[in-house]
């Protein structure tokens, strides 16, 4: 394995995905960090993810971390919120603990969750992520680009947003900051564009069900495998036998 | 002779079920296979919606077939399977934002030669030389969202070179792009149609890229009729026909207009001016320069056209003027910084008109848009019923032949027809310098006279600031009183612009 | 034609569609956590911390609904759902991997009142039952999935009704207005809301 890049994102997917599952049994502080902290090294040391879009994301979770210490420490004796928080059972002896140990519990959990996550999203290309699941989950093609397309959308919500504000300032129409009218006309021009783009990739040729060929073909290796069963073992061994 | 390449036999087709007219009506047209076609009509005749109902898109993705057959090289459009069609006929739509579901050129290619099934290695090589054709390899791995309006659209042609049907539909294509290129893309075509026998059917409001090309002038009247058989031998009898139906005669010279006497004082100064590309209102490194201490004086009471080759910067200009650009040198508005003023002040200055109308729109219907425009603040439809306002928004819309749509959502207007409620809602406003970013693509040529004489109006009665960007260079000849092109990174004044410089 | 069109089978701009929506409302979604987040702890003092989320529940099952409403279709607003739902864990909701089940389930609550119309009818009287469908049933999860019965049932009671209230507010009547707003529009052309809507006044004006 050279980099994260070179996993296949179905396996990869998985693997993260169980992990995180074997993560919601899991009261050990430990193992969260250390699931955080490998997914860190990865992504900084294993991986071409650009280390400033790392940052853009750590920063809102660093506040919301703390926000969640705060409440797990203030509301120890309750566990309704804390189980409801981390939305899983079996934390009932949580009230026993010592305020801060809560704190840690909840904050650390949600930090073992943004690793993976990032692990996944930042070393993955959606275009990565849209082949492997046609050639390794049989998906077929319309459902695959379908999601592409509509991936491609996200960095165009914001600019649309920005646009639909701007053409309303610019006709000297104020609208506060949080008017509904623009995020209609940009949802409204989202929307048109998903309608012409079945048009347009019809136009091109594209059979959601039938015959292409594939500038790239993504392909399972045997380490994808074993990372696929390998990685949620060792986080489930975390949960099994670690305490704390 | 053969089977045409495309045809519609007594072709009725409505939007919505409740519309009371049908928009197609009883539509026979057959474009022959093997030849160059122009569809031309007055705009928001139907060209569009029956070239996409020809291409098969349509009743598929909207719409309602009341009556009729379509037929693909003789068989029923309804027999081929979405990749047959496409190897039959491609289209290319008017709306260049509109078209492509990857983020950039080389895998929209890359996306379009797997859909025909090109064999993986050769891939690369054939999307690169497509791309290079027009002279777009630079742009190959650039997000489309940073394209300029022109580049879109060469990137849709780009496409449909690649795809290489029997039949190719062309909605507009040169609407955005430069006189170089345009003229350059219509002889590939035509290199395209003698080699390969490729039905070609261009449907455009201007001929003068074609007049060399084509083989046959269809015209789509009001009223489901078809003019067709209008060949290069006889298009001299069809003078009067083009006039009535408000189509563009290529042949002969336009007056030029004669700029008033005297000195008018000036509105914008630009004194050193430096932009460079890529929106945003910091400056970015490593983005190319468009204008290099470039210097011009836009003059109140005047109209001032600039023209330049796609993506010379001209859209980015305005950006600047509105404050939405870093910019490093002077743009003085009315004597003060523009980086000083205040947005606010600075819009009630300042109108625009975006160079894709769809961004413009604030309301969802025709007539309120209109009186929008005309109060300057938003106004409530069911405010409207019955008040002064509404009679001028209507008066207004009937200048511009919108008025049959003015309960419609400004989405449901035809792209023409978009553009020209855009120009009219910001002419209505009390903006004193008003920037028209290409107010006449996709219009006929009477619609065109109807803005610009509304324009010319406002300027000499008004003494507004109009700043106008076109590609058409007999445009700013007939209408502008100064010129200036984007050369070499400079603004060069020219009077009378009817030589657009080449790339 | 719009009628006799295919229930069953998902076209290109019907999958387009469902995605599409997916992608937006997962930053909504996304931003009514935070909100919730907010208020939950404001309100933690009280004792009815847990209950911070509830006013704005009716928000997280709108993709659903919304999403059945244009395309009318079995299926989409359960996707719509679940992709929101998974990109919204790749964001970075603090929830994890359990919110995609619970998007699934909130998706079928949605559709399971179009399911006894068999996908006939869609006015603001189904879309009103689905939401109170959607409201009820996922708080009958979460009172199994979060162990709410360990705690005093009338505040289990008054999440439940708010719930139920914002549902209809947010899932019921705004996601209608939603609709209904882009199918005039005439975006929506293409799907059987617009048909069914935009059309519903002859919109030619003579003269
Ligand atoms: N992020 C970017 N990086 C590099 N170049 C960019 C970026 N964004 C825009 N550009 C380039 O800036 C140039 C200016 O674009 P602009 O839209 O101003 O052109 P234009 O003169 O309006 O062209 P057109 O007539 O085609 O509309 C284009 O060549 C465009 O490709
Ligand atoms: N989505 C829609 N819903 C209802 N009516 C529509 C819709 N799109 C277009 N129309 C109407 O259909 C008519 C024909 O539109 P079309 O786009 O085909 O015109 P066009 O000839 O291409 O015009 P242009 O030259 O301005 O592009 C117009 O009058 C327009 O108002
Ligand atoms: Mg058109
Ligand atoms: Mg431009």
């Not at chain 1, 060929?213 to 949960?239: N, Q």
């Not at chain 2, 003229?183 to 026998?197: D, E, F, P, T």
């Not at chain 2, 004086?297 to 600039?306: I, N, P, S, V």
Request: some cysteine; hydrophobic content about 45%.
């Amino acid at each position: 394995m050279k980099t994260m890049e070179s996993i296949n994102p179905v396996f990869k997917m998985g693997a993260v995905l169980l992990s995180a599952v074997i993560l919601t049994f899991n009261h050990a502080v430990i193992l969260n960090l250390l699931v955080f902290a490998a997914g860190m090294v990865l992504i900084l040391f294993f991986s071409r993810a650009e280390k400033r879009r790392l940052l853009k994301f750590l920063l809102p979770i660093g506040l919301i971390i703390t926000a969640l210490f705060i409440t797990g420490y203030k509301n120890a004796e309750q566990t309704l919120l804390a189980s409801f928080a981390t939305g899983t059972h079996g934390l009932g002896g949580l009230a026993s603990m010592s305020p801060v140990y809560t704190g840690l519990q909840l904050s650390t959990r949600v930090l073992a969750y943004v690793g993976l996550g990032l692990l996944f999203s930042l070393t993955t290309p959606a275009e990565d992520m849209v082949l492997s699941m046609m050639h390794q989950l049989r998906v077929k093609p319309k459902f695959a680009y379908g999601i592409l397309a509509a991936f491609h959308l996200v960095p165009n919500i914001a600019r649309e947003l920005e646009d639909a504000k701007f053409a309303y300032k610019v006709r000297g129409i104020s609208c506060g900051p949080f008017a509904l009218q623009p995020f209609f006309a940009a949802m409204v021009n989202c929307i048109r564009w998903s309608e012409n783009l079945a048009m347009a990739m019809e136009s091109k040729g594209f059979d959601g069900d039938g015959k292409r060929t594939y500038a790239r073909i993504l392909s399972v290796r045997p380490a994808d495998i074993i990372i696929l069963i390998a990685v949620p073992l060792l986080v489930l061994l975390g949960t099994l036998f670690l305490k704390y | 002779m053969a089977e045409p390449a495309l045809e519609a036999r007594g072709l009725s087709f409505r939007y919505l079920e409740q519309n009371r007219k049908n928009v197609l009506e009883d539509v026979c047209i057959r474009f022959p296979a093997g030849k160059i076609t122009i569809l031309m009509g007055s705009s928001g005749c139907g060209k569009s919606t029956l070239a996409a109902l020809l291409a098969g898109l349509y009743p598929e993705n909207g719409g309602i077939v009341t009556g009729g057959e379509r037929r693909l090289f003789g068989r029923l459009m309804e027999d081929y399977t979405i990749p047959q069609r496409a190897q039959a006929v491609s289209m290319m739509f008017q709306n260049a934002d509109l078209q492509f579901c990857m983020e950039t050129l080389r895998q929209e290619l890359t996306f379009c030669l797997e859909n025909i099934s090109c064999p993986p290695e050769e891939m690369a090589a054939r999307a690169t030389r497509a791309a290079a054709e027009l002279g777009m390899e630079d742009l190959l791995d650039r997000p489309f969202t940073t394209l300029s309006g022109g580049e879109k659209q060469k990137a849709a042609l780009c496409c449909i070179f690649l795809l290489g049907a029997k039949a190719i539909l062309l909605d507009e294509p040169f609407a955005n792009i430069d006189p170089f290129w345009a003229a350059r893309i219509a002889q590939m075509l035509k290199a395209l149609n003698r080699q390969y026998g490729t039905a070609i059917i261009v449907i455009d409001h201007m001929l003068d890229h074609w007049l060399d090309a084509f083989d046959e002038i269809q015209i789509l009247l009001g009223d489901g009729q078809v003019c067709s058989g209008i060949t290069r031998e006889n298009l001299g009898d069809y003078q009067s026909l083009f006039q009535a139906e408000g189509l563009r005669w290529p042949y002969g010279a336009t007056p030029a207009h004669t700029p008033g006497a005297g000195e008018k004082p000036p509105a914008i100064i630009l004194e050193g001016l430096t932009l460079s590309a890529g929106k945003g209102r910091h400056q970015k490194e490593g983005h190319p320069l468009l204008l290099q201490g470039a210097k011009a004086l836009f003059r109140k009471g005047e109209m001032t056209a600039l023209m330049g080759p796609s993506g010379c910067g001209k859209t980015t200009l305005f950006r600047a003027l509105l404050g939405q650009q870093a910019y490093g040198g002077s743009i003085r508005i009315g004597g003060r910084e523009c980086k000083k003023i205040p947005q606010k002040e600075l819009f009630r200055e300042i109108g625009i008109v975006f160079q894709n109308p769809s961004n413009q729109f604030i309301t969802q219907n025709v007539l309120q848009e209109a009186a929008c425009g005309l109060q300057g603040r938003m106004v409530k439809k069911e405010a409207l019923a019955g008040t002064e306002l509404e009679k001028q928004a209507i008066a207004l819309l009937e200048e511009f032949n919108l008025h049959r749509f003015r309960k419609y959502s400004p989405y449901m207007l035809s792209q023409g027809q978009q553009r020209r409620l855009a120009v009219l809602s910001i002419l209505a406003g009390k903006q004193g310098i008003l920037l028209l970013d290409e107010p006449t693509y996709g219009q006929d040529d009477a619609m065109t006279r109807e803005i610009m004489g509304l324009l010319r109006r406002k300027v000499e009665e008004e003494g507004l600031t109009v700043l106008f960007s076109t590609h058409d260079a007999r445009l700013a000849a007939e209408w502008a009183d100064t010129c200036y092109v984007f050369s070499g990174k400079e603004l060069c004044r020219e009077d009378h612009g009817i030589h657009q410089p080449g790339v | 034609m719009a009628q006799n069109e295919n229930r069953f089978s998902w076209k290109l701009k019907d999958v387009l569609m469902v995605a599409i929506l997916g992608v937006l409302f997962s930053f909504l979604y996304l931003g009514t956590v935070y909100l919730g987040m907010a208020i939950t702890t404001a309100l933690t003092p009280l004792g009815w911390g847990q209950a911070g989320y509830e006013p704005f529940y009716g928000i997280l099952f709108m993709a659903a609904s919304l999403t059945v409403f244009i395309i009318q279709k079995p299926g989409t607003g359960i996707v719509a759902e679940v992709i929101a739902a998974i990109l919204e864990v790749l964001m970075g909701n603090w929830f994890g991997p359990g919110v995609i089940l619970t998007g699934l389930i909130q998706g079928a609550a949605v559709e399971l009142v179009f399911l006894a119309t068999r996908y006939r009818r869609f006015d603001m009287q189904t879309m009103i039952l689905s939401a109170v469908s959607v409201g009820v049933l996922s708080f009958l999860y979460h009172f199994w999935e979060s162990q709410f019965y360990l705690y005093p049932l009338h505040i289990s009671l008054v999440m439940l009704v708010v719930r139920t209230i914002s549902s209809v507010i947010f899932t019921g009547v705004i996601a209608t207005l939603i609709g209904r707003g882009l199918a005039k529009t005439g975006i929506l052309k293409s799907y059987p809301l617009g048909q069914q809507l935009a059309g519903a006044e002859s919109l030619e004006v003579d003269g």
